[in-house]
Nanobody, 127 residues
Framework: VQLQASGGGSVQAGGSLTISCKASGRIFSRYPMAWFRQAPGKERSFVGGCTGGCSSPSYADAVKGRFTVSRDNAQNTLHLQMNSLKPEDTAVYYC?????????????????????WGPGTLVTVSS
């Protein structure tokens, strides 16, 4: 599986941005997928994710109510819609796939759990 994120950019606080992650491979729909982010000088942290059907996405407390994870399995694409952005949301955002949880209904928030990673896309929120 290869992952490629896109859609990053600069936005003012309070604005919105959607980033996407295109995956290769025929079994994308069976992998739990997640978004992580890493700000300068900080560890990579879980943002949100969902299983194959994406019926019950999971979110970090810091983004709950502002961010929405969705996926289009027909297009092998994972999305992250970000609303009410804050300067502290500034980070490189990574999409990741949990190969070892193939077909699972569990989303893990630990980065080490994920096998495949995209190269990341930078989101900058100015005040």
């Amino acid at each position: 599986v290869q992952l490629q994120a896109s859609g990053g950019g600069s936005v003012q606080a309070g604005g919105s941005l959607t980033i996407s992650c295109k995956a290769s491979g025929r079994i994308f729909s069976r992998y739990p997928m997640a978004w992580f982010r890493q700000a300068p000088g900080k560890e990579r942290s879980f943002v949100g994710g969902c299983t194959g059907g994406c019926s019950s996405p999971s979110y970090a407390d810091a983004v709950k109510g502002r961010f929405t994870v969705s996926r289009d399995n027909a297009q092998n694409t994972l999305h992250l819609q970000m609303n009410s952005l804050k300067p502290e949301d500034t980070a490189v955002y990574y999409c990741a796939a949990d190969r070892s949880s193939y077909g699972s209904q569990v989303i893990y928030s630990t980065a080490a759990r994920y096998d495949y990673w995209g190269p990341g896309t930078l989101v900058t929120v100015s005040s």
